[in-house]
């Protein structure tokens, strides 16, 4: 039984595709991606765009890690977490989970799994810029 | 060590990175950053990782190891 995972950190465009391509196995029927993308508000302010700046090395280990942890807990084939850095546009893609598994509710739980640790220990920091300023996000949603 | 500065903490203390030539606990880092750095008070709550994993208060670092100042992260 073939298992594997593909973790990134990106400076251009995340590709669904991408991640997709690299979790299908024809030995899996249940196939689950979170795509995760910039909105254009927060907290009632209006947001242009984001900038994500990444301990590059240090989140490639802790994605990696999520993974690995991942495929302990939920029987699951294959999990990709990419990650983007640098400016990111509204509705551009700034994260993507995708798993694949047997069955479907393995897939399910580890893709968010995969987000909900991603979000609490990744060393990855956005920076919000709004019409009238620029603000480092501080809280963890 | 060298020191590594992300986020909050880079605007904070108005550079990347710095170096300290002698080797310390992780909780006399923070004290000397706030002594050099005085917005450094102005920090939220961060994590320190040394040599790329998440440290606490007690461990030692030693002069050829890098300690990274970890802001409250955002990712995603």
Known sequence: MSRSKDIRVESSTLSVDAAYLSILDEACGGNCLFIGTARNHNRGAEVTHLDFETYRSMALKEMGSIADEAMDRFDIRHMAIHHREGNVGLRDIAVIIAVSAVHRDAAFQACRFGIDELKKRVPTWKKEHLLDGSHWVDDRP | ?76
């Open chain 2, 1 to 76: 060590m060298e020191v590594l500065l992300f986020g909050i903490s880079k605007d904070l203390c108005g550079e990347r990175s710095c170096r300290i030539h002698q080797e310390m606990t992780v909780a006399e880092v923070k004290k000397f950053l706030a002594d050099r750095y005085p917005r450094f008070v102005e920090m939220p709550d961060y994590a320190v990782a040394v040599n790329e994993r998440y440290a606490t208060d007690d461990l030692t670092v030693g002069v050829d190891d890098t300690l990274a100042i970890i802001p409250p992260v955002s990712g995603g």
